[in-house]
């Protein structure tokens, strides 16, 4: 939804549900971000910390009166088995995030501003609002300094998106810092401490992702040329509480992958299934909305071993930038090519080629050497491939004629090489 046309759709709800909201106001969604978008804003006090990025606050205006359960927009911190503050216990770095946000509520005296761009939000009955606290004569984003400091992953919020892009960015300074929760020994030393470990996900599959869970997957890849990596108890997650667990005597052999798909299926020796009904991973919007998402690859222990969080926000500079050229014939036996035209070899694996709603994902280990050209069928057998003829396997044309673009493109959304024509523009 247009940031225009927020102001005047809050205006609305708030007059529709005025007894309910008479303490509400009108602020920025995030007080140290002033120029952002705008939200309802209430003052409260809490009560209590239920881990970190719940909490309980008395919050006048703000529901149907007493305490209210808050959940943070915008940030995940690690799950609590255990909430009661004398025997706090759970997920390694749950108990820290939750300390944190106590000796921020504490700082501030138990005073918080909350914010929401649509005052109804929720999460598991929870109300869905950004939390300020206040020292030093300001208010002070909670869910910025948790970010910041590692606590917490980004959860791209849907609707109440006010922080998303700001959010992104932070993750992924504080994943380049290694710092809190990407810290790759912060849990303890090993299991193989370490190891080398490649990993990315495809988020978008093929037209209506809800019609191809298994069009969404991650792979995972042991960069070590000599040993062996064991991935029994190690787990996956995106930024939601989703989990997949690899299945005891799970091992990737030097230089080997392993594939986790979304969907429903059958394990059969590097290829798993997530068994999840619904697609996982949120695709990326190019507006003000600023959605993504994030894979994360677990030991054991509690530390983050390899992620992947998109769009690439931070440090996106891709060194094929500029070295590689993509062609397409949309007419009669279409096909697109590509030419490396650097002095080293391409590792096709790290990018799609995209014509949406298409995409065609190359094989591991696929590598262009400089100077070749590569050519991509719409149509035809991926089983006649050969290594510099490829079939994406489509049962009719997908390249439009009139107008359309074909785009060379990471995984974490960052564009490589792009060839347009007709009405269309890259």
């Known amino acids: 939804m247009s940031r225009v046309l927020r102001p005047v759709l809050l205006l609305a709800v708030a007059a529709l549900v005025a007894p309910a909201h008479a303490a509400a106001a009108s602020g920025p969604c995030l007080p140290d971000y002033p120029n952002g978008s705008q939200c309802t804003v209430w003052n409260g006090k809490v009560r209590d910390v239920g881990d970190g990025d719940t909490l309980d606050a008395a919050i006048p205006g703000d529901g149907l009166g007493g305490l209210l359960r808050v959940r943070i927009i915008g940030i995940q911190a690690m799950e609590q088995t255990s909430y009661r503050a004398s025997q706090r216990a759970g997920d390694c770095h749950a108990v820290d995030a939750t300390t944190r946000l106590e000796q921020l509520v504490r700082r501030s005296k138990k005073r918080i501003r909350v914010a929401s761009l649509y005052p109804e939000s929720r999460s598991r009955g929870r109300r869905l609002r950004s939390v300020a606290v206040r020292y030093k004569g300001r208010w002070r984003d909670v869910g910025r300094i948790l970010i910041s400091e590692?606590?917490?992953?980004?959860?791209?919020?849907?609707?109440?998106?006010?922080?998303?892009?700001r959010y992104s960015v932070l993750t992924q300074r504080a994943a380049a810092a290694r710092k809190g929760l990407f810290s790759p020994n912060y849990c303890g030393i090993g299991p193989n401490e370490g190891h080398p470990i490649k990993l990315w996900v495809n988020w978008d599959a093929d037209g209506a992702d809800s019609e191809d869970v298994n069009g969404e997957w991650v792979r995972v890849r042991n960069l070590d040329p000599v040993n062996p990596l064991p991935l029994t108890g190690w787990y996956l997650r995106d930024s939601g509480l989703r989990r997949f667990t690899f299945p005891p005597g799970t091992v990737l052999a030097p230089g080997a992958y392993a594939t986790v798909y979304a969907g429903q299926g059958a394990n059969f020796g590097s290829e798993f299934f997530w068994g999840q009904p619904k697609p996982v991973f949120e695709?990326?919007?190019?507006?003000?909305?600023?959605?993504?998402?994030?894979?994360?690859?677990?030991?054991?222990?509690?530390?983050?071993?390899?992620?992947?969080?998109?769009?690439?926000?931070?440090?996106?500079?891709?060194?094929a930038a500029g070295q590689v050229a993509v062609s397409a014939q949309p007419r009669r036996n279409e096909f697109v090519e590509i030419r490396n035209n650097s002095a080293g070899p391409l590792a096709l694996e790290n990018y799609l080629l995209k014509s949406p709603p298409y995409s065609y994902a190359f094989a591991p280990g696929t590598v262009l050497n400089p100077g070749e050209t590569m050519r991509v069928y719409t149509q035809g057998d991926p089983a006649e491939?050969?290594?510099?003829?490829?079939?994406?396997?489509?049962?009719?044309?997908?390249l439009d004629n009139g107008g359309d673009s074909a785009t060379l493109v990471s995984y974490t959304d960052v564009t490589l090489a792009c060839t347009a024509w007709g009405s269309r523009s890259c």
């Open 283 to 319: 695709n990326t919007t190019r507006d003000d909305r600023g959605m993504g998402d994030g894979a994360y690859l677990f030991d054991p222990q509690g530390d983050i071993r390899a992620s992947m969080i998109y769009p690439c926000r931070v440090g996106c500079a891709d060194p």
């Open 385 to 398: 491939d050969t290594p510099l003829a490829r079939h994406w396997g489509m049962t009719g044309e997908i």
């Open 150 to 165: 590692g606590h917490a992953l980004w959860w791209p919020g849907r609707n109440e998106d006010a922080g998303n892009v």
